[in-house]
């Protein structure tokens, strides 16, 4: 136990590095976290890791998945509802079809049923993968919220299909109307619970009497509560969580403390930071585990069709990308679109490239049981497997690394933005100054003698609302600051404390306030 403790401890540091690695040489982690578990899983003695799907569906889906509802806008996800939609769903159905027809055809002792069994389980990019890539490249806002808003979605469709393909090929029997029943309860009970839940959560936040350490505790409960709360009654807890996330993530200011807003915000990037990390280092180790299943199966052959599979699956994307171009230019001749200007060319073939496929894929096909009711081995399970991992890798590691270089190439036009990003800022800026202004003489101008700090602000609020220049060089004026606060830390931390005497907690608060003066500035770039 002592040494399997040290070997995954090692393993988090070594995550760590692998990261600050990435993010040197401007490459999506996920890709050096992934071959690097693959290179470490080829060292001899190194203990096997075995994937538990229960673990990935319990313990890291429901904080990924809520964390990444909590950074999506909701105005945004509506705003381009109908494609979102249509990929989450109709596209996942799709693919999922075309891949059950492949497999039926191309792969010997492939069912129809076995085919939509590792369609259901290949067919949604991955929510964690996605949001990991598109860190590391800059895409137009259209762009990232389309493909954010159908990541948070496209797992409870996927995991639909998977459920039902799972009972039609253990059985040999498949009721549509059962299905079609159960598939409308899971969609329509998972959003409703998470959002009943999420409610119950957002009145414990607003009722009780927290602070931001409960605050935290309770938003740590919250993702397991939907989750669980949806799955115990048959519904998706993926569409749990994702819609009590995106409930509360909406009404946040209304039940949160800034405290509590700024406390979350370093809380979950911490969180998620480790448990993205560990999932795609634990996809490439896993691979020793993977093989040794295949058994009288040649691997080369086994290679050879999750190639083939994961060219379909890059085909049907691209297809349903330019179908939706299409449809959209045909709809907005009867109804009102997001868009109705022609996307080109270039933004659908962006977005089919972008379907990275991560660890929920490899987790359901790790959940196939072991054997049918009648205690005879499930059928093609390890190719399954084996399938899932190969389609796992080349998507995250040949879409992941060639997706800057086609960006570069073929970069898609961003219409939603035409004054720059600083512009932009130096406006908002702008009218919050005259906002506080406004509310001052309106309210306050009694108490402006009375309060010099007022008085002050005032001042400064009023020489930004009149100011008709932008700081340029941002950058400059940022390390100039920086050198300030920095020696105003300094004083705080030596000479303070050894001649003033100070209380400790005292100079922690002034030091805090330093520190959110310096993260202003980071926020300003």
Not at 75 to 83: A, F, G, N, Y
Not at 166 to 180: E, K, L, V
Not at 291 to 317: E, F, P, Q, W
Not at 428 to 454: G, H, M, S
Request: glycine residues 6%; proline residues 5%.
């Amino acid at each position: 136990m002592l040494e399997n403790f040290a070997f995954y401890l090692s393993l988090v540091l070594l995550i760590t590095f692998i990261i600050m690695l990435a993010n040197k040489i401007q490459v999506a982690y996920p890709v050096l976290l992934v071959l690097a578990g693959l290179g470490i899983s080829f060292i001899p003695g190194i203990p096997i890791i075995r994937i538990e799907p229960e673990l990935i569906f319990l313990i890291f889906l429901p904080p990924l998945l809520y964390e990444a509802a909590w950074t999506t806008s909701w105005k945004e996800l509506w705003r381009w509802r109908r494609i979102i939609f249509s990929f989450a769903f109709v596209v996942v159905f799709f693919t999922a079809f075309s891949v059950a027809i492949f497999a039926n055809y191309f792969i010997p002792g492939f069912s129809l049923a076995l085919g939509f069994l590792l369609g259901g389980i290949v067919s949604p990019p991955d929510a964690v993968s996605s949001g990991a890539i598109l860190k590391f490249v800059k895409v137009p806002k259209r762009l990232a919220s389309i493909l954010e808003g159908e990541s948070l979605l496209n797992d409870a469709s996927s995991l639909i299909i998977f459920r039902f393909a799972t009972i039609a090929a253990a059985t040999g029997q498949f009721i549509w109307m059962d299905a079609a029943g159960s598939f409308i309860w899971m969609c329509i009970g998972g959003v409703g619970i998470g959002v009943l839940i999420g409610y119950l959560f957002l009145k414990m936040h607003k009722f009780l009497p927290t602070d931001a350490n409960t605050d935290m505790v309770l938003s740590l409960i919250a993702p397991f509560a939907m989750y669980l709360g949806a799955e115990e009654l048959g519904a998706s807890g993926v569409l749990g969580v994702v819609s009590g996330g995106l409930f509360l993530s909406y009404r946040n200011h209304d039940f949160l403390s800034s405290s509590s807003r700024l406390r979350a915000v370093t809380v979950w990037e911490s969180f998620t930071f480790l448990l993205n990390g560990i999932v795609f280092m634990m996809i490439g180790l896993d691979l020793p585990e993977i093989v040794s299943g295949l058994g009288d199966t040649n691997i080369y052959t086994a290679i050879g069709y999750g190639v083939a599979v994961t060219a379909v699956l890059v085909v049907v994307r691209i297809f349903a990308g330019y179908a939706a171009v299409i449809t959209t230019l045909v709809m907005r001749n009867f109804i009102t679109v997001a868009d109705p200007e022609p996307p080109g060319w270039k933004t659908p073939l962006i977005i089919g490239w972008t379907g990275m496929r991560g660890v929920v894929s490899l987790a359901a096909a790790l959940s196939i049981p072991l054997f049918l009711e009648d205690g005879s081995p499930f059928p093609q399970r390890n190719l399954i497997l084996f399938i899932t991992f190969v389609v796992i890798l080349l998507t995250l590691v040949i879409q992941g690394l060639t997706l800057p270089v086609l960006l570069k190439k073929f970069p898609p036009e961003d219409r939603d933005f035409i004054k720059s990003e600083k512009e932009i800022d130096y406006e908002i800026r702008n009218e919050l100054a005259q906002v506080a202004i406004t509310k001052i003489r309106e309210d306050y101008a009694d108490k402006i003698e009375n309060f010099p700090t007022l008085k002050d602000q005032l001042q400064l609020w009023e020489s930004r609302a009149n100011s008709s220049e932008i700081i340029i060089n941002y950058s400059e004026y940022k390390n100039i600051y920086s050198d300030i606060i920095e020696a105003q830390r300094q004083w705080l931390v030596n000479k303070n404390r050894d001649e003033l005497l100070l209380d400790e907690e005292i100079i922690r608060k002034h030091l805090r306030l330093l520190d959110l003066q310096e993260e202003k500035l980071t926020i300003g770039t």
